[in-house]
């Protein structure tokens, strides 16, 4: 029996999540859950449901994972845990410093209502969380580095956006070329924040904005690009839908380690993503972790999990002779 998908907010994410449903034979997509007018809402599923998140509640016995798709700054925290009462639920929770906060909410209500719970689910935190522990696991003595982009940052170009002056904006996190390959050559530098990542912006004005006073407040906004080295491009309206309408992104995972008696033989892991869409790969690992889920719960576990919980075979349509002979 396929895997009954709900998606809660139908954006960027939520639309990547509907096209890795299609993509995937054992699941079909039963309701998109929004809380815009649903007639105003036009998705590519025609057998699938669009529904106010007021009626998400009738779902109860008709969804078996509802996917979360809203913002980590307010929607998440209150969402997830909410959500957990009545459905499995997953979602992409990304504000690193408070998952911990999250998970035991999260946890909570999900053990009180015996369904199982998925947070912090995508390419970081995600993919590159567990690329990060098998690495620390394996190489016990050496370094973690992380690096991302080339990629749009949403939370930093909306910060742009802000600004009084700015029409529109773009921002884009890039690798420090140097740093990353003092770290392949097994150098293991102390990087600082501005060692590591600069900071291009790609921005449109309001008529008759100050550019130089709007370059001085980006380059000196604390926790956003203070701490980096930052280029700032004014352009016009149309060569930003042209060049920059896309949301790219990815990055690098790398452990630089050693082995041996005297520690004379040094290792390098790296994993790399490199993304045309970071909301439609995003959405394509949460709709596998969604089979997870199902599959957890379906076994009679609740609670909530992370990516470090999850066996990697859960994530699979193939059967477990399948992947023995075809993967392993």
């Given at each position: ?12 994410l ?19 859950f929004?809380?815009?007018?649903p ?5 590519c599923t ?6 106010s ?10 969804i ?7 913002g980590s700054?307010?929607d998440?925290?209150e969402?997830?845990?909410e ?16 998952i911990?906060?999250?998970y035991?909410n999260?946890?909570?209500a999900?053990?009180?209502?015996h369904?199982?719970g998925?947070?912090?689910?995508g390419w ?15 190489l ?6 992380t690096?991302?982009g ?7 170009s909306d ?13 884009y ?6 740093a990353?390959?003092a770290v392949?050559d ?5 990087l600082s924040t ?10 449109v ?10 370059e001085?407040k980006i380059?000196?906004?604390?926790n956003?690009?203070?701490?980096y080295?930052?280029?700032?491009h004014?352009?016009?309206?149309e060569?930003?839908h042209?060049n920059h ?9 790398l ?8 520690k004379?033989h040094k ?12 909301p ?13 889920a199902?599959?957890?719960f379906q076994?009679g ?11 990697p ?8 002779e399948e992947l ?5």
């Open positions: 029996m396929n895997t009954r998908i709900g998606i809660l907010g139908y954006g960027n939520g639309r990547g999540v509907e096209c890795a449903v299609r993509q995937n034979d054992d699941m079909e997509l039963a309701a998109v929004t809380r815009r007018d007639a105003s809402l036009s998705i025609d057998t699938a449901a669009v529904c998140i007021a009626e998400i509640e009738q779902w109860k016995d008709k078996d994972v509802l996917i979360i798709c809203g700054a307010t998440l925290p969402q997830t845990p959500y957990a009462k009545h459905f499995n639920v997953i979602d992409s929770f990304d504000t690193h410093a408070r911990p906060e999250h035991a999260v946890d909570a999900a053990k009180a209502s369904h199982i998925i947070i912090s689910v970081d935190p995600g993919m590159f969380s567990l690329n990060r522990l098998y690495a620390d696991a394996i016990p003595e050496g370094s973690d580095y690096f991302w080339k990629g749009v940052s949403q939370g930093h910060a742009l956006r802000r600004i009084d002056g700015v029409k529109d904006a773009k921002q996190t890039i690798p420090v070329e140097d990353l390959e392949r097994g150098k293991n530098p102390v501005r060692e590591k990542h600069t900071r291009e912006c790609f921005v004005l309001e008529e008759g904005a100050d550019a130089s006073k709007i001085q380059k000196t906004m604390p956003y690009f203070a701490d080295d930052t280029t700032v004014f352009i016009s309206e060569e930003l042209a309408s896309g949301i790219p992104h990815g990055g690098f995972v452990r630089s380690g050693v082995t041996g008696p005297e004379e290792h390098l892991i790296e994993y790399r993503l490199k993304l045309d869409s970071n439609e790969f995003t959405a394509s690992v949460l709709v596998a972790y969604a089979r997870a199902h599959r957890l076994e576990q609740s609670g909530c999990k992370t990516v470090f919980d999850i066996a075979a859960y994530l699979s349509p193939k059967s477990g023995r002979a075809s993967m392993l």
